[in-house]
């Protein structure tokens, strides 16, 4: 019975509860006006309203509201929608959690006016499904947030790899790849990814890899530059690394590393006047008198 008083409710007096809903979340401080229209934010309130309105309709049989029963799929699904679109706009996780509860104390409130109860036992019954229902709808948005905070994280660490990483054509048969910042294993994954592609789009012969903005070298920054190199040669290339400083070359005796017979210059001027020789390519200063 307790169930059939909530779904009666939610059914019968849809525009109240709504109305109040929305007087929860302005009194709260939930509404956004700088994100999302009025009308945009009714839309929003109102799917999720109807497909809570369905599970509950859906659950008076049972007289049990079970959050992961079949017949909240509707509400998952609606919940998923607003929160995607609303974690895109940049609402807060804490926001859109409050959001949800804010739709607890109205109902509340036509609960205890509503159920004709003389012991309150069916009132208490109505209250405590309704709490379990919300707080594990709030928990299930809290986590569709975090998800997508995730995504957005994951494509954001993908889009500055890709800036981070890449590729110029500076000359017919010559690429360079100039490298900033520090140089861990997952960006010389990426590195070497994007350098080997290069190599076959561009059809380039010449491999210019310039490390005058990498901040420090040491053995596993020089391995990576070194793996590099390598994988450049078994594809047909040559690679010369530039932007070999004083400090840099200091360092990388000290730590033994070996260039074997990797091509090394201290700047990316030296480097591509290296390419052009070795490509038999002259380039002809023209300077008008």
């Given at each position: 019975?307790?169930?059939?008083?909530?779904?009666?409710?939610?059914?019968?007096?849809?525009?109240?509860?709504?109305?109040?809903?929305?007087?929860?979340?302005?009194?709260?401080?939930?509404?956004?006006?700088?994100?999302?229209?009025?009308?945009?934010?009714?839309?929003?309130?109102?799917?999720?309203?109807?497909?809570?309105?369905?599970?509950?309709?859906?659950?008076?049989?049972?007289?049990?509201?079970?959050?992961?029963?079949?017949?909240?799929?509707?509400?998952?699904?609606?919940?998923a929608d607003?929160?995607?679109?609303?974690?895109?706009?940049?609402?807060?996780?804490?926001?859109?959690?409050?959001?949800?509860?804010?739709?607890?104390?109205?109902?509340?409130?036509?609960?205890?006016?509503?159920?004709?109860?003389?012991?309150?036992?069916?009132?208490?019954?109505?209250?405590?499904?309704?709490?379990?229902?919300?707080?594990?709808?709030?928990?299930?948005?809290?986590?569709?947030?975090?998800?997508?905070?995730?995504?957005?994280?994951?494509?954001?660490?993908?889009?500055?790899?890709?800036?981070?990483?890449?590729?110029?054509?500076?000359?017919?048969?010559?690429?360079?790849?100039?490298?900033?910042?520090?140089?861990?294993?997952?960006?010389?994954?990426?590195?070497?990814?994007?350098?080997?592609?290069?190599?076959?789009?561009?059809?380039?012969?010449?491999?210019?890899?310039?490390?005058?903005?990498?901040?420090?070298?040491?053995?596993?920054?020089?391995?990576?530059?070194?793996?590099?190199?390598?994988?450049?040669?078994?594809?047909?290339?040559?690679?010369?690394?530039?932007?070999?400083?004083?400090?840099?070359?200091?360092?990388?005796?000290?730590?033994?590393?070996?260039t074997g017979?990797?091509?090394?210059?201290?700047?990316?001027?030296?480097?591509?006047?290296?390419?052009?020789?070795?490509?038999?390519?002259?380039?002809?200063?023209?300077?008008?008198?």
């Amino acid at each position: 019975m307790p169930v059939r008083y909530i779904h009666v409710i939610l059914d019968n007096e849809r525009e109240l509860l709504l109305k109040a809903w929305g007087s929860t979340q302005a009194e709260e401080g939930l509404i956004r006006r700088d994100l999302f229209t009025e009308r945009e934010a009714r839309t929003q309130t109102e799917m999720l309203y109807d497909a809570l309105s369905k599970g509950v309709k859906a659950s008076v049989e049972t007289d049990l509201l079970d959050p992961d029963a079949e017949c909240w799929d509707d509400m998952r699904a609606a919940l998923a929608d607003v929160t995607r679109e609303r974690t895109k706009r940049g609402v807060s996780t804490a926001e859109m959690a409050a959001f949800v509860l804010a739709l607890k104390y109205p109902l509340f409130e036509r609960l205890r006016t509503t159920v004709d109860d003389s012991n309150g036992k069916v009132l208490i019954d109505a209250v405590n499904q309704f709490t379990r229902l919300i707080d594990s709808v709030s928990l299930y948005t809290t986590e569709l947030c975090i998800s997508e905070r995730d995504k957005t994280i994951r494509r954001q660490q993908e889009e500055m790899m890709e800036l981070a990483s890449p590729v110029v054509e500076l000359w017919d048969r010559i690429v360079a790849v100039p490298l900033v910042g520090t140089l861990d294993s997952m960006r010389a994954q990426e590195v070497m990814e994007n350098t080997l592609s290069a190599i076959v789009d561009k059809k380039a012969d010449i491999v210019i890899i310039d490390i005058t903005g990498v901040l420090t070298v040491d053995t596993q920054v020089a391995q990576h530059l070194i793996r590099t190199a390598a994988a450049v040669r078994l594809m047909g290339a040559e690679a010369i690394i530039s932007g070999i400083s004083p400090r840099i070359a200091q360092t990388m005796v000290q730590l033994g590393v070996d260039t074997g017979e990797i091509r090394t210059r201290s700047s990316l001027r030296m480097a591509l006047a290296d390419a052009f020789r070795q490509l038999d390519t002259d380039v002809i200063s023209r300077i008008a008198k």
